[in-house]
């Protein structure tokens, strides 16, 4: 347990690195480009952050926990799919939510069984998901978007409180919730004992096989609830969305101080993490940097994150063996 209070102390000077990033990247775009601050764009990056932003909810756990999803995409794009296609059969609205959600669970149980029962390794294991789901959300809607007409569903994605669209209040209610559950339960404990060491966890008593399925089944309701929240915006389900939202989701994680090893981070350098990287990403766009060129901007940034990541992991590394000379 004593990681997860380690991990707290030692963040803090990576959240300020975080924010000095955070203030360059603003700095920079808004240099090339004097709309990127406006109220209106910094609204833009809220919205474009609130799937992400889920999705990063969900990873972060999973990371912590020494796992990981590289489904999300396809899970979200599967979820639209099923949503719109109940409605437009005449399902009610909250029931086809509530099917959607139990496809997630579903999901979600599935990844779990791979990697506890068969053990697959995580990113095999998931990297099967993401092609299975995504196959069956083509084949659903016959690789065709279903429109959405039912009004509730509209409304879903044109609602706004304060003038801040509902998919980000509830990005921002997920990031409280589930970050509190992280910081201050015992279930929140078991996850960084988990990524710790998933024997000792288990020798004190913890069941690691249960903690891990239900990281899944959080993963898959986080991205079932993304999925038709995004669907809701674009009036559409649509099968090719949302490709590659994993890894940007993953790349906000680890830069916001989530070990890749497991058992270290927290849902405050998360957010920093998303707000990092969509600001990054909505700047690239606003300044017409080629489609292509965006792509290898964003793969440096996932380096650059693995690489501060493994520079963390050795600093812990050394600070552990020089607390142990120490003790001596």
């Not at 940007?248 to 920093?272: C, E, N, P």
């Amino acid at each position: 347990m004593g990681t997860n209070k380690k991990s707290g102390l030692r963040i803090s000077g990576d959240k300020i690195v975080l924010l000095a990033a955070i203030a360059a990247v603003f700095a920079l775009f808004t240099a090339m480009n004097k709309n990127f601050l406006s109220l209106t764009n910094m609204i833009n990056i809220l919205i474009a952050a609130s799937l992400v932003g889920l999705i990063a909810v969900g990873h972060t756990y999973l990371i912590i926990a020494g796992q990981n999803d590289l489904s999300p995409g396809s899970l979200a794009a599967f979820s639209g799919v099923v949503a719109a296609l109940l409605v437009s059969k005449g399902v009610p609205f909250g029931a086809a939510v509530l099917i959607t959600i139990g496809c997630g669970v579903l999901v979600g149980v599935f990844n779990a069984f791979m990697v506890n029962q068969i053990h697959l390794e995580a990113f095999i294991a998931t990297l099967v998901t993401q092609s299975i789901i995504r196959g069956f959300a083509y084949i659903l809607c016959g690789g065709k978007p279903v429109s959405i007409s039912n009004k509730t569903f509209i409304i879903l994605g044109r609602a706004r409180i304060l003038n801040i669209p509902l998919s980000v209040w509830i990005m921002v209610i997920c990031m409280i919730l589930f970050g509190i559950i992280l910081a201050r339960t015992k279930f929140g404990r078991s996850i960084y004992a988990i990524g710790g060491s998933r024997e000792a966890a288990r020798l004190a008593g913890l069941n690691p096989r249960r903690i891990i399925t239900t990281t899944y089944i959080m993963m898959g309701v986080l991205c079932s609830i993304g999925g038709i929240v995004f669907a809701a915006r674009m009036n559409s389900g649509q099968p090719a969305a949302n490709i590659n939202l994993e890894f940007d989701a993953i790349t906000a994680v680890i830069l916001g101080g989530v070990s890749f090893a497991g058992g270290v981070g927290d849902m405050g350098g998360t957010i920093l993490g998303i707000i990092l990287i969509q600001s990054f990403n909505t700047g690239l766009t606003m300044v017409n940097v080629p489609s292509f060129w965006q792509y290898v901007a964003k793969g440096g940034l996932l380096l650059f994150a693995l690489a501060t990541d493994y520079v963390r992991k050795q600093k812990r590394e050394k600070d552990l063996l020089a607390a142990s000379m120490k003790n001596l």
